[in-house]
């Protein structure tokens, strides 16, 4: 790989420390936080220039330059991380096995006690993960900080051969002792010989 330049509102050089050397450099701030600037960051003529080590180190930016292309580019290491962690969960998301249809829905309920999207996602199947993915975005916790589920029951049935359904009971509470009760009403079977919710119905 060609020597790696970024020229854009931030521009990368060769021979930094001969052109710093002797100038007074800004206080750098990134998200209000002051970072330590050895000349890695410095002005001239109206023009920002930073340094490649620090956008990667500080801005979690990789930056390639092509030569022979006159072509550059950037990326982002962060969201190139999280969109590896992101295809590494929906693997596991599809090859998860649970034991049985009763760990399904303890899971499932555990996951809305606690607030965990990735919980309950994980014991869906295909149509209701899409469902579910579209209403939590990235964020991946569901419902809100008060009232909060104190306590559940889970009844079941058996309603034919591998397929069970699950009415559960929350109990929320609130700071100032409110209480609120809240109904779901799962339905668990087979998915590619997996269990999962295959019906879910809820009053929160």
Known sequence: MKKKILFFAFLLIIGLSSIVY???LPKVF????EIPNSGDFFVKDNTVYVNEEALRWNLGIDVFYDKDENRIRLYPTDKMQLEARCEMFEEFATLFTPASPDEVANLWAEGVKTRNGVLQYVVFNKSLKDEFFKSVGQSWVTGASSPWVESYK???EKIAPNL???TITFTAT???KDKYIWNAVLTVGKENDKWRIVKLEKDF
């Open 154 to 156: 889970i009844n079941k």
């Open 164 to 166: 069970w359904k699950y």
């Open 22 to 24: 002797g100038m007074n």
């Open 174 to 176: 609130t700071s100032a």
């Open 30 to 33: 990134i998200m209000e936080k």
